[in-house]
Structures are given as C-alpha cells and as structure tokens.
T-cell receptor, first 112, second 117 residues
C-alpha cells in the first residue's frame, strides 16, 4: 500500500516561472517530511524538510508547504532554472530517524 | 569526498549466485539505512542500523537478504540465491542521529545497480 503518493509523473515549466510539485499521504502519524532531488545515475540529494508543527519552510528558491488536514504537501521552486531538471521525491516518516516512505517521484523539466 | 560511498556501482550476476554490496557512510554518522529502488518507483526501506545494532527490518527483507554493520562503520548487504526479481538499485543512506531535526536528515550514496540474468 503506497502511503505517500505523487500523482504527477512529470511536469514541464518554463525557465523563470514557478514549479509546483505535489505530494499526498495517507498515514496521519507521519510527522516529518522531506523532499529529495535525484539526477540520473546518482543517489537522491536532500533538498528541504518540514516537521508537522510547521506549515511552511523556506530555503532560498525552495519552499515546502504542509497542509495536515488535507494530508498534502507541496514544493514550490521560484524561479525555476534549467539545472532544477531532475526527479523529485517526497518522503515521510513517523518520528525522526525512522524509515522514510517515499513517493514514486515527479520528473521536472525546466525549459530554457 | 566525504559523502556516502557504495561499491560496486554495478553488479551483473546469474540467478542463484550470491552477491554482497558495501556501503561506507559519512564518518560521523551513526545511523545507516538500506533502500531498494526499482524502475518508476521511489526508494523502499529495507533495514537500518544504529551503530552496529540492526534496529528495524522491512518485510521486504526476505531470509535471502542479510545486512551487517560489524563495527558500526561500514555495512554490507548480502543477497543469497539471487532471483531476477532482485534486480534493482540498492541505495545506502546515513544520518547523524542524536537529538534534533537536523540530526535525522538522510544522505544517500550513489547506489549499486544489480542485474540478475
């Protein structure tokens, strides 16, 4: 049973515009969420995280929003750059340090 | 480079053979995780260690799979009697552990791609 879902397998955005990647989860016990970015032939790279006590976290061009009532989180990238083209995974865990449950990923293409 | 390293990067083996992969975590990290990723899927948790103790194992980890972290540093993942369904990318990650949110962010290695023919 997929507890973390990314329903959009791919997304294309023009350079300079906003990219919005979405993630839904089913387990209400999840309290720590992360986004990872993955290039081909490399392992996932940590991007940004948020705990359930917050509803927003920003780091430069990246902002993660958490809506606990809807069990939904999103990653906003503004402005999008061609180097952002990669597969983005959201992940969730119950408590810190425990196993992560990953979504299936969204492939982002930023068009120059 | 002081990131997580994995060896080998690629392994091709025949069905029924045993394979072993190695993971070297970031040196000060005391938690080490193994994940498996197949095409079109996100990483799936297999097991994790706190120092040398194996604290959790997924039901995905059948009795043909065994993982060790004998001195709390590097870890090995062995698959016995490989099957074609074992073909996947095997990812290792490590985290600092301890207290606080930043201590639990997991840093991934490049993975070992296993192909069972």
């Amino acid at each position: 049973d997929q507890q973390v879902k990314q329903n959009s397998p791919s997304l294309s955005v023009q350079e300079g515009r906003i990219s919005i990647l979405n993630c839904d989860y089913t387990n209400s016990m999840f309290d720590y969420f992360l986004w990872y970015k993955k290039y081909p032939a490399e392992g996932p790279t940590f991007l940004i995280s948020i705990s359930s006590i917050k509803d927003k976290n920003e780091d430069g061009r990246f902002t993660v929003f958490l809506n606990k009532s809807a069990k939904h989180l999103s990653l906003h990238i503004v402005p999008s750059q061609p180097g952002d083209s990669a597969v983005y995974f959201c992940a969730a865990s119950v408590g810190y340090g425990n196993q992560f449950y990953f979504g299936t990923g969204t492939s982002l293409t930023v068009i120059p | 480079d002081t990131g997580v390293s994995q060896n080998p990067r690629h392994k091709i083996t025949k069905r029924g053979q045993n394979v072993t992969f190695r993971c070297d975590p970031i040196s000060e990290h005391n938690r080490l995780y193994w994940y498996r990723q197949t095409l079109g899927q996100g990483p799936e948790f297999l097991t994790y260690f706190q120092n040398e103790a194996q604290l959790e194992k997924s039901r995905l980890l059948s009795d043909r799979f065994s993982a060790e972290r004998p001195k709390g540093s590097f870890s090995t993942l062995e698959i016995q009697r490989t099957e074609q369904g074992d073909s996947a990318m095997y990812l290792c990650a490590s985290s600092l552990g301890g207290s606080g949110r930043l201590s639990y962010e997991q840093y991934f290695g490049p993975g070992t791609r296993l192909t069972v023919t």
